[in-house]
């Protein structure tokens, strides 16, 4: 299963959901359908979602801290499946999905020590050492809010959900700065985590612009 085979599928059910639902502009549940597929690695989905993401097909995919994952569908992602994709895939998700199961289920296979080489070499180590001190930072965060008995539990949620929405941005290529100052807005309200997240913005402004 390849990364785009995987984005396929996903944005295959999004249509299929929206199709369903009151109005388009719903975040719909990835978690309810990937598991019939045999599709339970997480990295992987958060890639197929990147992807997704990247070429403007879904919006606000996230994660909360139970594993839940949702995403909304945008105009370009229903053209994308209304025109049948580019893998196949689409098309046999609309048709016969039970054909599948077997496909995806199947490991990609593992990319060769160049390839894994060539990858890593793409960062610098200054790049290296900010994004991991942008994991540090929101682990710190999450940590922080998890004490924070000053916060109402369903504030909480929310904040977790903007933690996990961060990183998710931070893993695309492409990232979008206002959903990120958006997030950095939500999370300097809280004052036990403020000056963590102002650590975390001038971090991203000065290596992710």
Do not use: C, W
């Amino acid at each position: 299963m390849t990364t785009e085979e995987l984005a396929e599928v996903i944005l295959a059910h999004l249509y299929k959901l929206a199709e369903e639902a009151p109005h388009p502009n719903f975040l719909f549940s990835i978690n309810d359908f990937l598991p019939r597929f045999g599709i339970t690695d997480r990295e992987e989905v958060q890639k197929a979602l990147n992807y997704l993401g990247d070429r403007g097909f879904i919006y606000l995919a996230s994660f909360d801290r139970a594993g839940g994952i949702s995403a909304g569908l945008t105009i370009e992602g229903s053209v994308f499946v209304e025109k049948g994709g580019e893998t196949g895939v689409v098309k046999q998700v609309r048709t016969n999905p039970q054909t599948l199961t077997k496909t995806l289920s199947t490991p990609s296979p593992r990319p060769t020590d160049q390839e894994e080489t060539e990858t890593v070499s793409e960062e610098t180590g200054p790049l290296i050492f900010a994004r991991r001190a942008v994991e540090a930072l929101l682990e710190d965060i999450e940590e922080m809010l998890e004490k924070d008995d000053t916060v109402a539990e369903e504030s909480k949620r929310d904040l977790f959900s903007d933690v996990a929405t961060f990183k998710i941005q931070m893993g695309r290529n492409v990232k979008n700065r206002q959903i990120i100052g958006e997030l950095l807005g939500n999370l300097s309200g809280i004052p036990s985590i403020a000056p963590l997240v102002t650590g975390l913005d001038h971090i991203v402004d000065t290596y992710f612009r």
